[in-house]
């Protein structure tokens, strides 16, 4: 059984950076896709950043620039460096894997981490 195991969320202030890690326990082949999508209450889940095992990486508008992601494709771990946080990137994150379909969408993640808090504060 493979689970997906997430660390590194926290408090910072606003302008601050933040690195989320997350590791696949239980074996399992390279996933084609992982990544990081991010949710808060009331809104749905959105996509944060995504990779694929061929090194593909898709970052919405919002992110662009400021947030990067980096795989060991080998450990099947992924990696989400956050830069210039701002108040908004407040949310839960999840750690996402599965097929290459969730390079894109949520609904094409077949594992999922259990979430990790990020708060920014103003």
């Known amino acids: 059984q493979v689970q997906l195991v997430e660390s590194g969320g926290g408090l910072v202030q606003a302008g601050g950076s933040l690195t989320l890690s997350c590791a696949a326990s239980g074996s399992h082949s390279p996933f084609n896709a992982m990544g990081w999508y991010r949710q808060t209450p009331g809104k749905q889940r959105e996509l944060v950043a995504t990779?694929?095992?061929?090194?593909?990486?898709n970052y919405p508008y919002s992110v662009g620039g400021r947030f990067t992601i980096s795989r060991d494709v080998a450990k099947n771990a992924v990696y989400l460096q956050m830069n210039s946080l701002r108040p908004e990137d407040t949310a839960v994150y999840y750690c996402?894997?599965?097929?290459?379909?969730?390079?894109?969408?949520?609904?094409?993640?077949?594992?999922w981490g259990q979430g990790t808090q990020v708060t920014v504060s103003s």
């Open positions: 990779m694929t095992s061929a090194g593909s990486r």
């Open positions: 996402a894997a599965g097929t290459f379909d969730c390079y894109y969408t949520d609904s094409s993640c077949t594992y």
